[in-house]
Structures are given as structure tokens and as C-alpha cells.
């Protein structure tokens, strides 16, 4: 079915960079788009960022765009996602997931959903 | 303040049937599949269901989804202690061009 390990949380002062990995297994990363998810504890499911196959395609959450870079590695299975100018409300636990596209042959069109999660890795900015 | 509006709560006994609703607008549900994420205290979320109305491989009929206009529900029959988890429902929006998500509802198993 596939796993996802994500890696690269820690503490960060505000102004910061960070850089997330999400580490692919079991599955044909070079197949499937990709996703960042957010979400601070207790609270609701953020979608950060998208990539698809070829890096191609790329979309990013209106709060993230122009600090945050999703990329790809397909040859190392890995999902990363680059962040600058860390602020405190982007203190959250991150998550990737993966990305499943499927044709509705009934109904004529696509529909999309993130199949597979990691566990998430822990980001924090604060002074 | 989640684009997807769900009740912040729901709760029943076991054996019951509960429902979750999530509304959305025209460029998100109205226009995109609606799937469904069950988040058991502690873990990732889990998909539960997708395109609407189906069931991912391993998840129990008790759960089913629908979808009518710009509004999506979930339904869990047979409710059982396990089940006690947040569900969010999530679609793609077109005029945001990013995938959005309900706040999210804690069922409570009474």
C-alpha cells in the first residue's frame, strides 16, 4: 500500500528557514502527485502545497505562497518542502500524503484523493 | 475559519446512527468530489471516504458518504466505541485552486 515518513521538524526562531522531507516506500513515487498538509494540534486539516509528477504543476496555499517551495526528488523517493520566512502561525504538525487520480467512466470526469498519510513531523517557531 | 463548514461536535451511543454534515459553496463541493478523513486521537488522518460515496478497501459499510449540491454527508451506522474520532470532510476549490477542508467534528461515543 505504501508508507510515508516525514522528517525535518524542529524549533525555529521567526524569520527562519526549515526544510521538510517525506520519505516514499513501497510504492512507484514517480507515479503519484504529492501533498503537504498542516494542521496545529487540536485544531482543523490545512492543505499547504501540491506537486505532480514532473514538478510541472505546482500550487500552494494563498497563506504560503512566496515562502514556502514544495519539490521532488522521484530518483530518492522524497517529497521535500522548503520553508522561509517561518512565522508562528506556521508552528503546526506537517503532514504528507499522497495523491491518487482516478476517471469516472459513469460519470466523465476525474476525481481526486490522498490515499496514503505519514505521521507527521513537528514544526515550531517561536523565539 | 475552514472553508468547508462542519459541526464542531456530534455524539451517540453505540447502535446508533449519526450523520455529519459539511457545506460548502459552488467552486468547491459544488463543482468537485467530496471525500472523507477519519483522525483517531493521536494518528494521521485516514482516508474513509472518496468521490462522494466510496469506500476505500477495509473500511466497514457502516460508514457511507453522500453528496447533493453544495452540501455532503457522512453517515455511521452502528455506531461503536472505536469510532469515537474528528472526521473532516475536504474537496478540491476551483477558485482557490487548492484543496480545502471542513473544521472538522469530534464524535463522541456516549
Known amino acids: 500500500e505504501g508508507q510515508l515518513v516525514e522528517s525535518g521538524g524542529g524549533l525555529v526562531k521567526p524569520g527562519g528557514s526549515l526544510r521538510l522531507s517525506c520519505e516514499a516506500s513501497?510504492?512507484?513515487?514517480?507515479?503519484?502527485?504529492m501533498h503537504w498538509v498542516r494542521q496545529v494540534p487540536g485544531k482543523g486539516l490545512v492543505w499547504v502545497s501540491r506537486?505532480?509528477?514532473?514538478?510541472?504543476?505546482?500550487n500552494y496555499a494563498d497563506s504560503v505562497k512566496g515562502r514556502f517551495t514544495i519539490s521532488r526528488d522521484n530518483a530518492k523517493s522524497t517529497l521535500y518542502l522548503q520553508m522561509d520566512s517561518l512565522r508562528a502561525e506556521d508552528s503546526a504538525l506537517y503532514f504528507c500524503?499522497?495523491?491518487?487520480?482516478?476517471?469516472?467512466?459513469?460519470?466523465?470526469?476525474?476525481?481526486?484523493?490522498?490515499?496514503?498519510w505519514g505521521k507527521g513531523t513537528t514544526v515550531t517557531v517561536s523565539s | 475559519q475552514s472553508v468547508l463548514t462542519q459541526p464542531p461536535s456530534a455524539s451517540g451511543t453505540p447502535g446508533q446512527r449519526v450523520t455529519i454534515s459539511c457545506s460548502g459553496g459552488?467552486?468547491?463541493?459544488?463543482?468537485?468530489?467530496v471525500n472523507w478523513y477519519q483522525q483517531l486521537p493521536g494518528t494521521a488522518p485516514k482516508l474513509l471516504i472518496f468521490?462522494?460515496?466510496q469506500r476505500p478497501s477495509g473500511v466497514p459499510d457502516r460508514f457511507s458518504g453522500s453528496k447533493s449540491g453544495t452540501s455532503a454527508s457522512l453517515a455511521i451506522s452502528g455506531l461503536q466505541s472505536e469510532d469515537e474520532a474528528d472526521y473532516f470532510c475536504?474537496?478540491?476549490?476551483?477558485?482557490?485552486?487548492?484543496?480545502?477542508f471542513g473544521g472538522g467534528t469530534g464524535l463522541t461515543v456516549l
Open positions: 500524503a499522497r495523491n491518487v487520480i482516478k476517471y469516472s467512466n459513469s460519470g466523465g470526469y476525474y476525481y481526486y484523493y490522498m490515499d496514503v
Open positions: 513501497g510504492f512507484s513515487f514517480n507515479s503519484y502527485w
Open positions: 506537486i505532480n509528477i514532473d514538478e510541472s504543476t505546482i
Open positions: 459552488s467552486s468547491d463541493i459544488g463543482s468537485n468530489t
Open positions: 468521490n462522494n460515496d
Open positions: 475536504s474537496a478540491w476549490d476551483d477558485s482557490l485552486n487548492g484543496w480545502v
